[in-house]
């Protein structure tokens, strides 16, 4: 194993993980970056063969929490959608699980949470006797024995939805529901016009996405840490943002990340303003042609409902992306090792009440912020 930890070390990092399975954004070099800035210790692990080939890779981050009155210091890792490389693999399985906890040990690590992408149904209906299950069902009896516990703490969407880009515009028009081509074509005809916006534009990019958190009831960080993001992505070439517009008012927006033979739509958002319009379907349409542009093979489309059935909250979004002509992606989820096991139960019995307590507190600044 090899820790990457100087900056020239790190110039073929992106590269690296896309020749691996499952890649994902959030084990980029810029996201390790903008994670250092907001209380995160950034490292860069690979492990090679006997040859000399890389045939595994993780960004790890770590972060001291400290709790309240007793000020006494806790070390938590975190790897975002890794570690990357072939899980069907036992023997790299093995090591590489194995060298992770000896790095959070040496760290003083009290856990260890991973979610990596271990898909184990393509579509809603899962099938027992399908390869891919028995092959995911296999590695989860093999992390459970091993003492990895699921994560009761899902930071990021177990399940997702996808777009096959590999096929003709015209297949993936007609790939979509019926509602949601005559959507797109009203917006064409009710003149809303999607262009690339820029660096100059995260600010109305920011307000429409306030002004969605509120409208539709969900939490968001400061203005600062999407600006960073953003603009982090944007510059390395792996973010392009898109803005609808009427009479060259901004209604709405949407950030496409994309890196090798994948893309996803992390962030959207969009006013009150020209809604019976439908700009949300023309953007989802561009940026689709996009990412086919950029080479992409498959369009991420970021959540899907852990139990799909109308019950689940986000089931309404889940409606939306399925008229795109999605499929369902069910995945394990994340997993976490507690090392110090009393610890670990602590945090998770004292930390979903400190998070709905910060909730609140930033749902009410979000509201004054708009006003």
Known sequence: MIKLNKKKDLSNWNTTITSLPGYSILQTREWGAVKSKYGWHSDHLIWRDSAGKIEAAALVLSREIRLPIIQKKFITIYIPQGPLFDWSNEGLRKKVLGDILDYAKEKGAFSVKIDPEIVYCIGEEVDTKEQKYKSAQKIRADLEEKGWLNSPQQIQFKNTAWIDLDRPEADLLSAMKQKTRYNVRLAERKAVVVREAEVDDLEGLYQMYLETSIRDGFIIRPKEYYFEVWSQFITAGMATPLVAEVDKNPVAGLVLFHLGERSWYIYGMSTDNHREKMPNYLLQWEAIKKSKELGCLIYDLWGAPDVFSEKDDLWGVYRFKQGL?????????AYDFPINKITYSIFNTI?????????????????????
């Open 351 to 371: 930390i979903p009440g400190f998070l709905s307590i910060t909730r609140k507190l930033r749902k009410a600044q979000q509201k004054q912020e708009l006003a």
């Open 325 to 333: 002509g999605c499929e369902a992606v069910q995945r394990l989820g």
